[in-house]
């Protein structure tokens, strides 16, 4: 029988973690962008409220571009399953 490895390595640990990153991060993203808009109406009109959605949307994917390539760049383990 072959033997399991208790802990995962450092690597498959960070990676794992980002992924967990890439899948909270629109949700957060999308609060933090929608949130100013809710408490401040007036603030937010409609251009100004039209380019905060456009550069938060903006945000969002490069943010989340910006990880999966980090997860990508990293080894992958044929041991962690």
Excluded: C, K, N
């Excluded at 029988?1 to 990153?21: K, N, Q, S, V, W």
């Amino acid at each position: 029988m072959p033997t399991r490895r208790l802990f995962l390595g450092r690597e498959a640990y960070r990676r794992r973690r980002m992924i967990d990153a890439t899948r909270i991060l629109p949700v957060v993203l999308a609060v933090v962008v929608l949130l100013p808009m809710v408490w401040l109406p007036r603030q937010f009109s409609f251009a100004t409220g039209a380019l905060w959605l456009g550069f938060g949307w903006l945000a969002t994917i490069l943010v989340t571009a910006l990880l999966h390539r980090a997860i990508g760049s990293t080894a992958e383990d044929d041991d962690d399953s």
